[in-house]
Structure formats: C-alpha cells, structure tokens
C-alpha cells in the first residue's frame, strides 16, 4: 500500500517547478526567516551568498531526483543532494551556527520547496494519488537530506573541537 522509495517521474521542471520559482519562494521566505530568526542578520554577504548558492543548487538536484524516471539517475541526484546538504552542515557549524540554528535554516529550505510541490501538483490537476506519492517521496529525501546535515554538522564541531551545545534548557 506504501509507495515506493523513488521518485514518480512527473516531469517537474518541464512543468512549472523550476529552480528560479523556488528561489522566487525561497526569497519570500527568506523575509519572514529574519523577522523570525535574528541569528540570521549576524551572516555576512559572503555567507548568504554561499547558502544562496548552494540552497539553489540543493533544490536543482532535489527536483532532478523527483522527476527521474530510471531508479539509477534518481539514485545519483539524490546522493548529489545528499552531498549538498552535508556540505551545508559543515559550513554552518564552521561558522559557529548552533544545531538548532541550523536545522531552522534547512526548515526554512524545506517548506517553500514543498509549497511549491504542492501548487504544482494542484495546477497539472494531478490525483490524489499520484500528489500523495509526490509528497512523501520528497519528504523522505528531505528527511534523508536533513540527516545529512546533522551529522556533517556534528562531525564537523567534532573535528574543530567545539564545545558541547546546550540542549533545549540551556544546559550542557
């Protein structure tokens, strides 16, 4: 009854659901995250333009992955992303954003790349069906993105032996 673990193919980017409409919903996005996240405005030019950079090309494999049709090419899009959002974690922790910090940032990725997942599905008219397989399938490889990050993110603190952060009292 389950969906498979790979991507249904709809044609995305040949459809509407292009890097430069995720990026057009990722600077809206983008808005409310520093009203939301003032961590955000300590960034630098450079550093934004780095996520900017790599947040985008993110996106790019990501689509890839979704609308491959031959389980081997989704495969390799999604190892890419999966390398992608890695090297996201390790810039993050160099920089000395926390884990928490970081995983609002790639939080901030994920709900408009999904939004935009759902308005396409709602414009080609597709079944309920098929929107359902969409979703989780891009839900599982952002779940395994988001995996990635952490670890590189963790791995990353490790490697420069940073402090322990605190949990969610404040504590170490």
């Known amino acids: 009854m389950l969906p498979a673990d790979r991507p249904i ?4 980017i040949h459809s509407g659901v292009t890097s ?17 996240f003032p961590w955000l405005v300590t960034l630098t030019d450079e550093q ?20 491959e049709a031959a389980l081997e090419g989704a495969q390799e899009s999604l190892t890419e992303a999966t390398s992608e959002a890695a090297a996201y974690g390790r810039m993050a922790a160099g920089m000395g954003i926390s884990l928490s910090q970081t995983v609002e940032g790639f939080l901030q990725f994920r709900r408009p790349f ?20 969409l979703m989780e399938s891009a839900e599982r490889a952002m779940d395994r993105l988001l995996m990635a990050t952490l ?20 504590l170490r």
């Open 9 to 12: 193919g709809p044609l995305l």
């Open 20 to 36: 430069g409409r995720l990026a057009r919903a990722y600077r809206r996005e983008a808005r409310r995250a520093y009203r939301q």
């Open 48 to 67: 934004r333009d780095w996520f900017r950079v790599h947040g985008r090309r993110l996106a790019e494999v990501l689509l890839g992955y979704l609308e």
């Open 114 to 133: 999904l939004h935009e997942l759902g308005l396409f599905a709602g414009r080609r008219g597709l079944d309920a069906t098929t929107t359902t397989e």
């Open 151 to 170: 670890s590189a993110h963790s791995i990353e603190r490790g490697a420069r032996r940073l402090p322990p952060e605190p949990d969610a009292e404040g």
